[in-house]
């Protein structure tokens, strides 16, 4: 899950490089440009989240894993609505949610790897 995790990581730096250029008095057409470049970087990083969270979804969650950890279900959909809503908006909070949300998927799958996590 480190993958969706960086993903996450990289789309909150890309929200907080739009807003930096969103903040100037003045837009330039080289500005206007930087903020498209950005949106599309932010966009592909929502994508690699949704995907890699489906991949382990697909790949490994099974009934035992879904016993152990009965809201991963809930989770994984929560996730990709989360990552869809941190696409489509340029809203800081929604991506910090979407982070909340994948750290959890993360830890989840790592314990039911019988390997501890820990948060700094």
């Known amino acids: 899950p480190i993958i969706s995790q960086i ?15 969103e903040k100037k008095d003045s837009l330039t057409p080289k500005d206007h440009a930087q903020i498209s470049r950005l949106i599309a970087q932010k966009e592909e990083h929502g994508h690699k989240v949704k995907d890699e ?13 879904l016993k152990k950890f009965p809201e991963l279900h809930d989770l994984t959909h929560s996730i990709m609505l989360q990552a869809s ?11 910090l949610e979407l982070l909340q949300k994948v750290n959890r998927f993360a830890q989840i799958f790592w314990e039911s790897k019988n390997i501890e996590t820990f948060k700094l």
């Open 7 to 21: 993903a996450v990581l990289t789309m909150i730096r890309l929200v907080d490089l739009i807003e930096e250029v």
């Open 53 to 65: 969270i489906r991949v382990i979804w697909g790949d490994y969650i099974k009934e035992p894993q």
């Open 85 to 95: 809503k941190s696409k489509q908006n340029i809203d800081k909070q929604a991506t």
